[in-house]
């Protein structure tokens, strides 16, 4: 294997992480632009959404947790099941959690969200058991041969279906938000709350179609995550991967996010590979918060975040 | 801070909070005649669009409002004047439901509520602009007036989510009115412009847009021409004129420019530490006692 190809598997494997991230980042940016609220428990949906999911799939008993092939439903309804959940769940956060506390000081929403975090975590333990899943939804395994035999590079065949999902489901939603009434109304929302309310754009709906595409894409990172490496409570921390991801695209900016965590991903496979060796290895794990630590000193509102200017 | 201060300073929040509003049948035309203790309120031969009636609105210790009431008629122009922290934002607040009075009544087109909500009222047909300039930063003057159509459009989330069929024809309709709206305000150069990029008097003119683009049948005006130069002035007020005449829109409008208000308006509803002092022709209010008192700080009682 020639070192250029080596190193192309290195850019490409970060890229896989990279949209990983990608996908959690763009979660906390879509519910931080429309309702201000850091959303703590963005990584336990991924957890929950690939939960129930798997639950679907395995014909799970909720709350008794055997399985019952009987109940069991083929991928495509388990997802479509999972989708309905996961709305359902943004109506109740914007019932219960969001119109109570709403006005409140960002540092309460913030708690809020710690909060619902661990109700998440909770709930899903207690309706579909709390061991190590795996997520078998019949996607393709094992190296792709094509790549192989033309490029002589290894690139895994989820991790090509991965990327393309993702990169499918970004574009569905950049023209969702850039060309569509509900995407104006949401950018609205973002931007001035009280001229949102004077056009009759009412905040509750906003809040529900933000909170459930947060959840969607939560599902689709859950899914991502649980086929190479089962579900798992670790699954609920790429959430933490999230935060130096804004911190470098910008927490307002739905670019930033898919950017951010493309060179996050990119950056710690590089510099575990060429400058491991040098430093015992492990770079891996703090890489991330290094670049965003840098970023905090000499650009603090991120690669596109808007400008931090102050009106006179 | 007690709980009332909490609700008024949260406008949005009263508005998220959007059960069912509370809708006496009492007749709308069984108004208490004008609290003002000036000049006697003018006849309003036409059919009244808007009564304010006995609204009273206070943040903790600051009576913002107190028993204010008026009305006005379809099809006029209706100035609010008085002096800086006299309740004429406060009342635009009352009407378009961010504020909710503690007491106090408003029927628009004949149907009497104790309280407005922002999408209640929208939906209804009040459409309003802000003392400063509330409009979305981010967004071009395309979009930004686009979003005064947001009540208008009834295509759902998936059509729209796809950008296909009907959810795209519908879109290129109202694009079509947001064109009319943009070429009567002559801001075609600046269809593509961030607004946020743009003069203070233009963003002015775009939230204008956006309100007209509601097809409102009363448009607030919260201090249209304020920080504008004469000439953006002189436009601005052709602008209101014509919206009034061509299209019939019932307009109120808080002005602190006196010549702007006698040329304007039909009515003066006057305020003065959220009392009403005068109402009547824009003559009468002038030489009103009480008037001239408030502007020049003369102390009363
Ligand atoms: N959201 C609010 N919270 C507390 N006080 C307010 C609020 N809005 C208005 N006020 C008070 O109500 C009074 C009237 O204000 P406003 O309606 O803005 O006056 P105007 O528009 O005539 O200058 C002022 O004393 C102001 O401080
Ligand atoms: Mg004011």
Redesign the interface.
């Known amino acids: 294997m020639t070192e250029f190809s080596f190193f192309i598997e290195a850019v490409l494997s970060g890229l896989m992480a990279g949209v990983m991230y990608s996908l959690v980042a763009l979660g906390f940016v879509l519910i931080f632009k429309a309702s201000g609220v850091f959303n703590f428990a963005q990584g336990v949906m991924a957890l929950f959404a690939g939960l129930t999911l798997v639950g679907l799939l395995q014909g799970t008993i909720p709350f008794i947790h055997t399985n019952n092939p009987a109940f069991a439903l083929p991928p495509w309804a388990a997802i479509l099941v999972t989708v309905a959940v996961m709305v359902v769940l943004a109506i109740l956060i914007e019932r219960l959690m969001l119109r109570p506390l709403v006005n409140q000081e960002e540092i309460i929403l913030f708690m809020a969200t710690l909060g619902l975090a661990y109700v998440l975590e909770g709930a899903g333990d207690i309706l579909w058991g709390s061991d190590v899943k795996v997520l078998d939804l019949g996607l393709p395994q094992g190296a792709s041969d094509w790549m192989l035999d033309t490029f002589n590079i290894y690139v895994e065949k989820i991790e090509v279906v991965a990327a393309v999902t993702a990169g499918i489901l970004v574009t569905v939603l950049a023209i969702f938000f850039q060309k569509t009434r509900i995407g104006r109304a949401l950018r609205a929302v973002a931007d001035d709350h009280q001229a949102a309310l004077s056009v009759g754009i009412s905040l509750s709906t906003i809040w529900i179609i933000v909170w459930s595409v947060a959840g969607i894409v939560a599902l689709v990172a859950g899914i991502m995550w649980g086929a190479k490496s089962g579900i798992q409570f670790s699954l609920s921390l790429i959430a933490l991967k999230a935060l130096p991801v804004l911190i470098l695209g910008g927490f307002t900016s739905i670019p930033g996010a898919i950017v951010g965590g493309l060179i996050i991903g990119v950056g710690e496979k590089l510099a575990e590979i060429y400058a491991g060796p040098y430093v015992g290895g492990a770079i891996e794990n703090w890489f991330a918060y290094m670049l965003a630590l840098v970023f905090l000193l000499f650009r603090p509102q991120g690669l596109f975040g808007e400008k931090i200017i102050e009106r006179v | 801070m007690n709980a009332e201060v909490t609700t008024a ?5 009263a ?4 059960d069912a509003p509370e809708n006496d049948t009492a007749p709308a035309e069984e108004r208490a005649a004008g609290h003002g203790a000036g000049a006697a309120p003018a006849p309003a031969p036409k059919e009244t669009l808007l009564a304010v009636e006995d609204v009273s609105l206070a943040f903790g210790g600051v009576k913002a409002l107190q028993n204010v009431s008026f009305d006005i008629a379809k099809g006029e122009i209706r100035a609010i004047i008085g002096p800086n922290g006299a309740g004429k934002t406060s009342m635009l607040n009352v009407i ?1 439901g ?1 504020y909710h009075p503690q007491e106090g009544r408003i029927a628009f087109k004949g149907q009497l509520r104790r309280r407005m909500r ?2 209640f009222a ?2 209804q047909g009040i ?2 602009t ?1 003392q400063n300039v ?6 071009t003057t395309l ?1 930004n007036i ?6 208008k ?1 009834r ?1 759902g ?1 998936l059509w ?2 796809l ?1 296909w069929g009907p ?1 795209r024809r519908e ?1 290129l309709e109202h694009r079509e009115f947001v064109e009319h709206v943009i070429d009567f305000l002559e801001i075609e150069h600046i269809r593509k412009t961030p607004v946020g990029r743009l003069p203070y008097g233009l963003q002015k003119r775009v939230e204008l847009g ?1 309100a007209l683009a ?1 097809e409102p049948d009363l448009l607030l005006l919260d201090e249209p021409m304020a920080g504008m130069n004469l000439e953006e002035k002189e436009d601005m007020s052709r602008f209101i004129i014509d919206v009034n005449e061509q299209f019939g829109t019932t307009i109120a409008l808080i002005e602190h420019d006196m010549g702007v208000v006698m040329d304007l308006s039909d009515r003066v509803v006057v305020l003065d530490h959220g009392e009403k002092i005068a109402d009547g022709t824009p003559e009468e209010v002038q030489a009103d006692r009480r008037v001239i008192d408030a502007y020049l700080g003369v102390p009363n009682d």
């Open positions: 300073e949260a406008p949005a929040a508005a998220a909070v959007a378009n961010f922002p999408h929208a939906a459409a309003r802000f509330a409009l979305f930063r981010g967004m979009d686009m979003t005064g159509r947001a009540l459009m295509r989330i729209q989510a950008h959810a879109e956006r509601m």
